[in-house]
């Protein structure tokens, strides 16, 4: 987004990360719980924003500071246990944010709801009236509109399989036209068609390719439906022979993969490792996919370092940081009033943040976000090395931006308010950023020699 809310959100961020540090704090020990009508009057003027938005002269039309002081302060609060103070703050905070306006408001109004959940905790009956899982449906709506609208997904899928695709033609002379991809979240399979369409070009009458992947997803249903999704696709071109193998994940037979016999391997690790419960399982996972062999891991992830901050404030503030750069992001792909927004905002973006804020700390699944440091120490560990990102690439990469022209990109000095791509780590990384902030990190890695 160009403009004085932009500018805002950029300072925004920059006050995130340097004038606000809070140290820790001795928790009050919580003896009682939010009384019902606390409850009910913070419920009702969550259900004002809603329906009506924020306050007209509320801090709503301000640069957006008072707001983002107050949420701080919200924070600190319910992380302390204080109720009183934290039940003041909410209602403030739902009296001044909104679900449609700026992209400050509409940000801290997810981050609001993730506190109330927080502080009215698991035991309160209306926990999940705040904390209610879209329906899967309205959760694959949101993340195909999110894919559509932003360069974030399509930089993620589009980076890993032009990694896969090379390693693939680097392997010509003894694949046999062979191309074996393991992706351990396969999450509706959108990813694949892009390379689906690589592969069918470059095969012929004479060299035909097969395609073979093996997708891990949530439940049957969802894998049922993204072979018939990719099967259908792959119909359409000649020359391509295409088998999807759906497994479940966490199921006994994760850890017993059968590769294919004399093809590339490529492992796909987009958006997956961070899920896991803990190191121990990073790691395991990374022993076993040695193991396979493969040509190629791809390896994209979040940019974070929220693994390295045990409190919960410092997490708050980074993933505040983190959200408010995407919110504004959206708003340069998207109109205010646009309904695919709100369902993203809501089902997709929102849904995450409220999962961060409310889960307390021993529930926590997932070893949150890491930066890129972090993850290349974990695949150095076990004997992957970085692979350079080829020129074809970073233009890739760059041309997806300008495609995506109503979302501003980066120009020839290196400036610029939208998104960018970044070159990291000598070359072997390549980042999608937001104005200054790093939104996701692409890297491809093989086996050490």
Known sequence: MQGEVGEDLLSLRLSVGSAYHFEPTKKRKRIDEPNDKNIMVLLQARDRMIRFGCNRHGMGDDKGFQLVRL????????????????????????RNVSLSGNPIQRVTAHFTDGLMARFITKNSSFYSSIMADPSPADVFSAFTSFFLASPYYQFAHFT???????????????????????????????????????????????????????????????????????????????????????????????????????ATVAVNLVFYLHTLKNYSDIYATLMQINTLNPSVVTLVEKEGSRGNHSGFMSRFMESLQYFAAMFDSLDDCLPARNKERLRIE????????????????????????????????????????????????????????????????????????????????????????????????????????
Not at 239 to 257: A, D, P, S, V, Y
Request: aromatic share 10%.
């Open 346 to 449: 809501k089902n997709h973006l929102g849904r995450e943040i409220r999962n961060a804020v409310a889960v307390k700390d021993e529930e926590e699944k997932g070893c949150r976000y890491e930066g890129l440091e972090t993850w290349k120490t974990a695949m150095e560990r076990y004997r992957f090395e970085g692979v350079r990102m080829s020129s074809r690439s970073v233009s890739q990469a760059k041309l997806l931006l300008k495609i995506k022209s109503h979302c501003s990109a980066m120009d020839d000095h290196g400036t610029g308010t939208g998104f960018r791509i970044f070159e990291r780590d000598e070359g072997k990384a390549l980042s999608l950023g937001w104005q200054d902030t790093h939104l996701i990190t692409a890297t491809a890695w093989r086996r050490s020699s």
């Open 160 to 262: 890993a399989n032009q990694a896969i695709f090379e390693a693939f033609e680097e392997d010509e002379h003894w694949n046999g036209g062979c191309l074996h991809v393991i992706d351990f979240d396969v999450s509706y399979g959108l990813q694949w068609p892009s390379l689906i369409q690589s592969l069918s070009e470059k095969a012929t009458n004479q060299k035909p390719i097969s395609l073979l992947i093996t997708g891990f997803g949530k439940n049957m249903e969802e894998l049922r439906d993204t072979e018939k999704r990719l099967s259908s696709f792959a119909s359409g071109f000649r020359n391509l022979f295409f088998e999807f193998e759906g497994r479940l994940r966490g199921e006994k037979g994760q850890e017993e993969i059968q590769v294919k016999k004399n």
């Open 71 to 94: 949420l701080l302060l919200c924070a600190t609060a319910v992380d302390r246990n204080d109720l009183s103070s934290s039940t003041d703050l909410l209602r403030q905070l739902y």
